[in-house]
């Protein structure tokens, strides 16, 4: 390809519009072009470097006994709702975009294709003969994010691998799972790609086990925590660790548990409490209120109590708030801080005046969350009247984290304003916390498999995830298979995702300075650039032309810069799209001397014209070998 051909337009300076370095250089290069918000153009360079990841997909897919298929992407709603996803996908922070065809029927744009793919099961596997079997496709996915940013990173149409596994058992899952594992490796290897295996929470997908893939850079959206010997790894959504030792409270517990009333005017937060009274936050219990809101309507409101020192995480909670009230509500669609704000954008019949925010303890009564002061005597979990679509329980959901749930004496609010209490007890509220894991692991803390062992942070891009689903959807969209005993029964089912054009991405991330692009040869869109320092020159002409006309001929994929710019103008655009090997074609062409530039790293070498296929073959050659060694 010639780049006076090549549609390069190029920028000088960071666009406004990009924050981190591999979406400038994206855009910088000609790669993609803006749209709108999260929705971008592959540009001929980009979709080179997509064509190139798929191959190496489609190569390790097939290579595990992977079938290719291509499923619809405007899936009808009814299958959405056997699975019972529709409303979670569509409302509140659903992402599935949706719409109604012009007979009525609604229809969503698949962010995802185990509804489809399970209904297909169910109609075309019968028996434990077809089993297993493993369909996988490269396709478009649109997903209403909440906050599309960084480019291809979070786009609200991207390419994504996925691929649907069935099997007559969970063993069998299992060794399908371990499968996709290995090829991932190899895939991000290939792609030359570091890439760690991290465990993973499953999400809105759903399933047991799971497990992502993450490119390890400064720019990663997900944080991941790691042990140093290398045992341990998760996602900090779903990371586990060691609380550090709750300081006992001197005072424990007093005046039968209930706490000894302490005044504690204007001290609403942990920090205000300590510094004035002398406490360790590890002595004291706070209390979130919440909300949650469910796919039938429901409000349920959450009291959370966590110990002063620990952090909530959100995705633990809303996993232990579903395992909970899923089943009798549907899904979960959000949880938010219960606040006046939101008691008037949702019109929740429910005054919060005489809610002491700040002193909350964890035996706040269900009686304030009564309508107004004269329904004060309502039963606990009776709906008063109320407008129709809104349903809100009218008592709390208490869940407590173990760290709070162990603590044998605490300090916690007195639900009075300006009072806490000192040495309360839980049997002295009148409380039995179950013990969850609801506090975020962070980085410092002790691991589980080894307390010598400190768990360390590092951010990364989710490049890939796979999951065991078992049989949630199968059971769900009665996907059934008779077995070797002809019972008939539910499949099992794994589902394997890779963000293709997020990886494209990811790549660049990982490799580019200060100059532009580094890719690694694997994905490059051009192995190599011939530049023609001077068109004047006919001997430069010439000597390009034939390196070009030879190097093509060779296999490799190769661009030959003719245009009539200055060399420095063409070097700077080679720089900047990042090809990983220029041969210049300039005064030296008169004595068939080129000089040879590997982009990464910038080594330079003089050589004889005729020497440069052979050097290219096996400096390329020893690349692509070293990326394919399995990690
Ligand atoms: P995230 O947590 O980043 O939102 P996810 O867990 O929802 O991603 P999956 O459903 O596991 O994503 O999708 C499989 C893969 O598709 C992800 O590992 C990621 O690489 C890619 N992906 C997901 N969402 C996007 C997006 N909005 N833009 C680009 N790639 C995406
Ligand atoms: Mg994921």
Redesign the pocket.
């Known amino acids: 390809m010639r780049v006076s051909r090549l549609l390069l337009v190029t920028l000088r300076d960071d666009p406004a519009e990009a924050e981190i370095p591999s979406h400038k250089l994206l855009l910088r290069g000609g790669y993609i072009r803006r749209i709108s918000s999260g929705i971008y153009a592959y540009l001929p360079l980009l979709w080179r470097v997509l064509q190139k990841i798929s191959t190496i997909v489609r190569q390790e897919m097939d290579a595990t006994g992977a079938l290719e298929t291509l499923l619809p992407q405007l899936q009808p709603a009814d299958l959405w709702e056997r699975s019972g996803r529709w409303a979670g996908y569509t409302a509140g922070e659903g992402i599935m975009f949706h719409l109604t065809d012009r007979q009525g029927r609604e229809l969503g744009l698949g962010p995802?294709h185990e509804e489809v793919i399970t209904a297909l099961a169910a109609d075309l596997l019968r028996s434990y003969r077809q089993l297993p079997v493993n369909l996988y496709q490269i396709q478009t996915k649109f997903?209403d994010?909440i906050r599309p940013r960084f480019g291809?990173?979070?786009?609200r149409e991207?390419i994504?691998k996925d691929a649907y596994s069935f099997h007559a058992d969970e063993d069998c899952l299992r060794q399908t799972y371990a499968a996709m594992d290995g090829a991932y490796r190899r895939i991000f290897q290939r792609c030359g790609l570091r890439a760690v295996a991290v465990e993973a929470d499953s999400?809105a997908?759903g399933g047991s086990a799971s497990q992502?893939f993450m490119v390890t850079a400064e720019a990663g959206?997900d944080l991941i925590l790691t042990s140093a010997d290398g045992r341990y790894a998760a996602n900090q959504e779903r990371a586990v660790s060691r609380p550090s030792v709750a300081l006992p409270l001197a005072a424990a517990p007093r005046a039968g548990g209930v706490g000894d009333r302490l005044s504690t005017p204007g001290q609403t937060t942990i920090e205000q409490l300590c510094s004035a009274h002398g406490f360790d936050p590890s002595q004291l219990v706070k209390v979130l209120l919440l909300l949650a809101r469910f796919a039938d309507g429901q409000f349920q409101p959450l009291l959370i109590s966590l110990r002063g020192d620990q952090q909530l995480n959100d995705v633990k909670l809303a996993n232990a708030v579903s395992a909970r009230l899923s089943g009798a509500h549907g899904a979960l669609l959000s949880i938010d801080p219960l606040t006046a704000d939101l008691v008037r954008s949702e019109r929740l019949p429910l005054d919060l005046s005489e809610i002491p925010f700040g002193y909350l303890g964890p035996d706040l009564a269900d009686q304030t969350l009564a309508p107004d002061p004269s329904h004060r005597s309502d039963t606990a979990g009776v709906a008063p009247p109320t407008t129709p679509a809104v349903q809100l329980t009218r008592s709390f959901l208490r869940l407590s984290d173990a760290t709070a749930a162990e603590l044998e004496a605490f300090v916690c609010g007195a639900n009075a304003a300006d009072h806490h209490r000192v040495g309360a007890s839980w049997a002295g509220l009148g409380l039995q916390p179950e013990s969850l894991d609801l506090r975020a692991a962070q980085s410092g803390d002790r691991c589980l498999h080894d307390p010598d062992q400190c768990l360390q942070a590092a951010r990364g891009i989710?490049?890939?995830?796979i999951f065991q689903l078992g049989r949630k959807y199968s059971e769900a969209m009665e996907a059934r298979f008779t077995n070797e005993s002809g019972v008939d029964e539910p499949l099992w089912m794994g589902c394997y995702?890779?963000?293709v054009?997020?990886l494209a991405q990811a790549a660049v991330e990982q490799h580019h300075d200060a100059d532009g692009i580094c890719w690694p040869v694997a994905i490059a869109p051009f192995a190599v650039i011939v530049v023609i320092a001077n068109t004047q020159e006919a001997i430069q002409v010439e000597l390009a032309e034939s390196l070009y006309a030879e190097l093509t001929a060779a296999g490799l994929d190769v661009l030959l810069d003719d245009r009539t710019e200055r060399a420095g103008v063409k070097f700077k655009d080679a720089d900047l799209i990042g090809i990983p090997w220029r041969v210049v074609v300039g005064r030296g062409a008169a004595a068939a001397q080129v000089e040879l530039v590997r982009r990464a790293g910038r080594e330079k070498l003089e050589l004889a014209a005729s020497d440069v296929r052979a050097t290219l073959e096996a400096e390329i050659g020893r690349e692509i070998a070293g990326a394919t060694l399995v990690a």
């Open positions: 995802t997903r994010e291809l990173m979070r786009g991207f994504m999400g997908i992502e959206e989710e490049v890939g995830h995702g890779i963000g054009s997020r």
